[in-house]
């Protein structure tokens, strides 16, 4: 197992190099740049070669690519133009945010589209199947900022019962610690912070987790479906063991292998989604300052971001190929 | 499996009894001041993050609406309007030539640090600006000390402005003399300006021991301009924590401010990106008020019982024409049948909220200089015709450039202001051919470097001086506009340096009508930005430039 991880940790190193050629490539390509971005309506030619020129951003290409790659293998991503502030501490700042919708989502994912799936395909054909089917194509087809909008304008304007936006109530004073609200709620013993921020993560999360639980459940009923089928579990049956046991030891367990990896890719792709919810929530993530971060064109954030995001994929098919084993001794993992 | 089940069982428990806990324990820290009560926090919203709490770092409007509270220039604009009052100088002067600015200061003004204002307080920060140095002379970081005094005392960039400014002296505790090489259009209006307000020496100092660098690829702002403590103004308000993650600055109300104290002890701005989040955030209770409201909620927002006031118009909204992207722009028959292509009227009446007004100038008519006199071109599409067909243009095509996923005060759906135009011009017969761009930076980009034949900009004034608005675009040769026109040039310039405040005025109207025989371009609009506010709330006085002052700010 010690091996596996090494091999895929080392497997970062040609992963990250080429995406980051390919990364730098693509932004010199892309018209404008941040010092326009930085003045607005009052950029003018010699203001923005100025300012060109002071961010080294009018030198050749692979001047600032090899500029860039010493910096990185001294961990350093660089300085966001939009804000002025090491790209680490912005991510730093907001990345906790992003994890706990993220977390949030997936939770809500995985703990309402197993049992639904499982449900669905034990009752083929139901109402409850039928509601599952249908009500997953809808959410796999609805755009989430739409979703978003319609979940707050219904729940957080009309209702009333969550708020707008944001990740803590105004005045709060919440005391952070490490940068997880409901976390720093919970260490420090104000748990109406930790409270607040559950409220304020519900409606973001339940847009978020969307997709995932759609995907979720249609991969568990689809699962299930065919492992129901399944020799083993007729002769599990006719042996007369417990339904308990031979849905949760034989049913359930082998369905999950392709669920698993569902998971594992779907945990990586609600960064991706974090850009549209956390917008429309204001929710203060990485997320909203990715989207931000391209309308300033913030070449380092921007790098820094997608390497990440790349960096994350890595680490979660590891934990999956990891999870495998678990699930299912058959798997060797070597 | 059957752990497993035990486990999950544990966890839906515990958060059951976190939340019935926490729900119970919000009433205790309610007590403790942890929370605060609805009447004594404002929270209002912007559309985006502050850049610094340092105002002379800065040159965007969300950056100001949160310095503005807490710092205080020399000199300020009227509540409600543009006319330039006293500010932290109860009363100023300047001699015949315009080079020496005298400003006599109020009495027992206190910084948030407990400094006391005083002329040597006052030429602390013009030293200090004018000494900067590295990254600091870089102007996205000195932007407007670059453009009201030029550059510094050693400029280091062979390209950057020179120096205006000459120097700074206490007379007594109480009277600080500006001195400048030469007179100068952006005085005294640029003494207003929340980037040269006035900061506490003691955290000058503080301010000097941290350097802004450029590093890399982007420029590293001052720590000092990224968390409250060490700023100090001496506004109604002082800044006390700036949350990033949660994207919300705090302020609280200084007492010993020496004007009408805050009405409202905490002040909170929060940042929600879009107008539709923001009117919802309202909706919902969960702020009292933003700004940047799109034109199409004001009927909706007042019809539901907000309080929806519009600014006066202090900006204008234009056709840009780049002359070196199309060569038939040269001639002034093709500008002029534009010109007259285009339905105005008709595009402030669909398009812009209330009180917005058609243009004839390159600036709007709050501004002294503005003439009513200038050549104007109504809307007359037979006429446009007729110059074609003069100019030998009959058949001309041109592209026209638009923004997408922008507003702007001045342009509040550039999409649909650009299909009305493109109408217009093609009524006329003229083929236009739409590029569309976003804002930033690929359009700005785009106008910039004079690549759009036509296109769509404006400008919001930042004081009220007719240099603000036609020195901005006709002073000199610029490529968005491609043309060269000593007439023009000179009109505006010679503008500029009149001292005499009428003088200057009679000055601009005579450049407005250069520029307008001329026809660089269509000046099309001013648009009056709209501010929203909660049912229960008595606004402030709102401002053309938008410089509200939240002290004035209270609960029904």
């Known amino acids: ?334 | 499996m059957r752990i497993h089940k035990s486990g999950a069982i544990r966890a839906i428990t515990a958060t059951v009894v976190v939340g019935l806990v926490a729900t119970g324990c919000a009433s205790d820290r309610d007590k403790d001041g942890g929370t605060s009560d609805a009447k004594d926090t404002f929270v209002f919203a912007g559309a985006g993050d502050p850049g610094s709490l340092d105002p002379a770092l800065a040159s965007d409007g969300e950056t100001f609406r949160v310095t503005r509270q807490a710092f205080e220039a020399l000199l300020e604009h009227e509540p409600g309007g543009s006319k330039l009052v006293g500010g932290l100088a109860e009363k100023w002067s300047s001699n015949p030539a315009g080079t020496v600015w005298t400003f006599n200061l109020r009495k027992n003004v206190k910084f948030h640090d407990g400094e006391a204002l005083n002329a040597k307080a006052v030429c602390a920060n013009y030293d200090h600006w004018f000494n900067w140095k590295g990254t600091y002379q870089s102007s996205a970081v000195s932007y407007y000390w670059q453009t009201i005094m030029g550059g510094f005392a050693k400029n280091e960039d062979a390209e950057a402005p020179k120096a205006n400014y000459k120097s700074c002296t206490a007379q007594d505790d109480s009277t600080a003399v500006i001195e400048v090489n030469e007179p100068s259009a952006n005085l005294p209006g640029g003494f207003s300006l929340q980037a040269l307000a006035i900061h506490s020496p003691k955290a000058l100092q503080e301010y000097a021991k941290q350097d802004a660098s450029a590093k890399g690829d982007a420029i590293t702002y001052p720590k000092y301009s990224q968390e409250a403590g060490t700023v100090a103004g001496t506004g109604p308000y002082r800044i006390t924590k700036w949350n990033k993650g949660n994207k919300e600055v705090s302020l609280e109300r200084f007492d010993d401010y020496w004007g009408e104290k805050a009405k409202v002890k905490n002040l909170v701005f929060r940042t929600i990106d879009t107008e539709e989040g923001r009117r919802q955030a309202l909706q919902a209770g969960d702020i009292n008020g933003y700004d940047l409201v799109a034109p199409a909620d004001v009927k909706t927002l007042s019809g539901e019982g907000y309080q929806v006031p519009t600014r006066d118009v202090f900006n204008i909204f234009y056709v840009g024409m780049s002359q070196s992207a199309n060569p038939a722009l040269k001639k002034r028959e093709v500008r002029q049948a534009i010109s007259h292509a285009i339905d105005r009227e008709n595009l402030v009446k669909t398009q812009l909220p209330e009180g917005g007004k058609a243009a004839t100038q390159f600036m709007p008519d709050t501004v002294a200089g503005f003439s009513d006199k200038v050549k104007t071109y109504p809307f007359d599409t037979n006429k446009a015709k007729d110059l074609l067909k003069g100019a030998g243009e009959s058949k001309l095509k041109v592209d026209f450039c638009y923004p997408t996923e922008v507003t702007r005060p001045y342009m509040p759906a550039p999409q649909d202001m650009f299909e009305l135009m493109k109408a217009d011009l093609e009524k006329a017969g003229i083929t236009v051919t739409p590029k569309a761009m976003k804002w930033a930076p690929d359009y700005l980009d785009a106008t910039e470097a004079g690549s759009c034949a036509l296109h769509l900009l404006g400008w919001t004034g930042d004081f009220n001086d007719g240099y603000n608005f036609i020195g901005t675009w006709f002073a000199g040769p610029d490529k968005q506009w491609g043309f060269k026109d000593a007439k023009v040039f000179d009109a505006v310039n010679a503008a500029s340096k009149i001292t005499d405040p009428n003088g200057r005025t009679e000055a601009y109207k005579k450049a407005n009508e250069a520029i307008m025989e001329y026809v660089p371009g269509i000046p099309v609009s001013s648009s009056p930005p709209a501010i929203a506010f909660g049912k229960n709330v008595n606004p402030p006085k709102v401002s053309p430039l938008t410089q509200e002052n939240f002290a004035e700010v209270s609960f029904k």
């Open chain 1, 1 to 334: 197992m010690l091996r596996l991880v090494v091999r895929r940790l080392l497997q970062l190193i040609p992963t990250l190099l080429g995406l980051s050629v390919l990364l730098f490539l693509w932004l010199n390509r892309l018209p404008g740049g941040p010092a326009s971005a930085i003045l607005g309506e009052r950029a003018t030619e010699a203001e923005v070669a100025r300012i060109n020129r002071a961010l080294g951003l009018d030198e050749p290409i692979h001047v600032q690519y090899w500029r860039f790659l010493k910096r990185i293998f001294e961990l350093d991503l660089g300085t966001s133009t939009q804000t002025g502030q090491p790209v680490w501490d912005e991510f730093a700042l907001r990345f906790p945010a992003t994890v706990e919708l993220g977390v949030a989502a997936i939770l809500i994912a995985v703990v309402a589209g197993i049992p639904l799936g499982y449900l669905a395909a034990k009752r083929r054909g139901g109402w409850l199947d039928v509601a599952a089917v249908s009500g997953s194509l809808v959410g796999i087809c609805i755009p989430v900022f739409f979703l978003a909008l319609l979940l707050k304008g219904i729940f957080a304007v009309e209702l009333g019962w969550f708020p707008s936006y944001g990740r803590l109530s105004t005045g709060l004073n919440a005391t952070d610690v490490t940068g997880f609200a409901i976390l720093d709620g919970l260490l420090t013993g104000e748990l109406d912070a930790s409270w607040d921020a559950i409220m304020h993560l519900i409606l973001p999360a339940v847009t978020l987790s969307s997709i995932p639980l759609a995907v979720i459940v249609r991969m568990t009923r689809a699962s299930v479906l065919e492992v129901l089928g399944e020799d083993y579990v007729r002769t599990a049956e006719s042996k007369g063991l417990e339904k308990r046991v031979v849905r949760g030891r034989h049913v359930l367990r082998n369905a999950m292998l392709p669920v698993v990896t569902a998971v594992g890719l779907l945990t990586g792709s609600l960064l991706s989604g974090a850009v549209l919810t956390e917008s429309v929530f204001s929710f203060g993530g990485v997320g909203s300052f990715i989207r931000t971060s391209i309308d300033a064109r913030d070449y380092p954030v921007l790098v820094g971001f997608i390497l990440f995001i790349a960096m994350v994929y890595v680490v979660i098919n590891l934990l999956v190929d990891l999870a495998y084993s678990l699930i299912d001794p058959r798997v060797r993992v070597h």
